[in-house]
């Protein structure tokens, strides 16, 4: 997850909401958890559960170019994702990856977890599970997640989901932990695993793809799946535009096969609705890329 300095309204700090890594991360997250058998919900840098949308240069990219192009596309118009966000956007507000999951699942599972440094942004996921009813089955966590995830892992087990949502997935804690470290434990114990992460160059791409790649001789193959959607103007080294990230990927463990198709049918699918996009006066196409 980015942070920068840039003060905002209610949820100060937070930039990221409604640009397209969060269309890359949520459209997805969101078919995957109304697929699977969840118990118990984790989330790793959950942050707000809702936003107010500034519709600046990078929203516009992301989550208004989706709502106004996924109504030409039926498996778009009908997707999860779709139906729950609009009504929100709407009203000029952008659902968080925890605020769309809770609403999505209700009281389905029997435990939601989720972890934040952010003391404000956990208040506000405590005082929206309030007005739904659902308090009594939340825990919020204020720390490290790193270090969290890894020890809360003895007591999931394979009717549980885990959510790793950083930006940077290798850096080591005080501990010496990466949040890539907890996804090969989660996924070793057959734990169901979603990770989003970001890059902006090819450069970091090559990097974290190695990590990945490195990581899964931990585990059986044929648990992990990953995919990427990448910006066509992604250079080695610089970085000439930003509409928030430049690339990011999906790696997943111990999900059906139908989530994993699911994945993969809508990366194809947000290639084709972003033919022909622009950022600020720049090529917005896609590109995807499947690196297991």
Same mark, same amino acid.
């Given at each position: ?44 840098? &959950? ?8 519709? &600046? ?25 779709? !139906? =729950? #966000? %609009? ?25 939601y977890i989720f972890f934040d440094l952010d003391k404000n942004a956990l208040s506000s996921i405590e005082k929206s599970v309030v007005k739904l009813g659902l308090s009594h089955k939340v825990k919020t966590v204020q720390k490290d997640s790193v270090t969290g995830l890894i020890n809360l892992i003895p007591m999931l087990n394979n009717q549980s989901f885990v ?28 734990? %169901?695993?979603? =990770? ?8 970091? !791409?090559? !990097? ?21 959607? #990448? =910006? ?17 990927g999906i790696l997943t463990g111990n999900l059906s096969e139908k989530s994993i198709d699911i994945i993969t049918r809508y990366a194809n699918l947000l290639v084709d609705v972003y ?16 690196? #297991?």
């Amino acid at each position: 997850m980015q942070l920068n300095t840039t003060k905002h309204k209610k949820n100060e700090g937070y930039w990221h909401f409604g640009r397209i890594g969060d269309i890359w991360k949520h459209l997805p997250l969101c078919a995957v958890v109304a697929n699977e058998d969840i118990q118990t919900y984790v989330e790793t840098n &959950s942050a707000y559960f809702d936003y107010e949308l500034e519709h &600046s240069l990078e929203q516009k990219y992301g989550i208004g170019f989706f709502i106004e192009k996924a109504k030409k596309y039926p498996e778009l118009s009908v997707s999860e994702y779709y !139906k =729950l #966000i %609009k009504p929100f956007f709407d009203r000029n507000k952008y659902l968080g990856s925890c605020g769309q999951v809770v609403h999505l699942l209700k009281d389905q599972p029997d435990k939601y977890i989720f972890f934040d440094l952010d003391k404000n942004a956990l208040s506000s996921i405590e005082k929206s599970v309030v007005k739904l009813g659902l308090s009594h089955k939340v825990k919020t966590v204020q720390k490290d997640s790193v270090t969290g995830l890894i020890n809360l892992i003895p007591m999931l087990n394979n009717q549980s989901f885990v959510h790793i949502d950083p930006y940077v997935i290798y850096q080591k804690n005080e501990d010496g932990h990466s949040y890539l470290d907890g996804f090969f434990e989660a996924v070793k114990k057959g734990i %169901k695993c979603f =990770l989003w992460y970001g890059f902006d160059t090819l450069n970091e !791409k090559r !990097k974290i793809n190695a990590y990945i790649v490195s990581g899964i001789k931990q585990t059986e193959p044929n648990t992990i799946s990953c995919d990427e959607l #990448i =910006l066509n103007e992604i250079q080695d080294n610089t970085v000439s535009i930003n509409p928030g990230v430049l690339g990011c990927g999906i790696l997943t463990g111990n999900l059906s096969e139908k989530s994993i198709d699911i994945i993969t049918r809508y990366a194809n699918l947000l290639v084709d609705v972003y033919k022909d996009s622009t950022f600020n006066g720049v090529s917005g196409e896609l590109y995807y890329d499947k690196i #297991i």
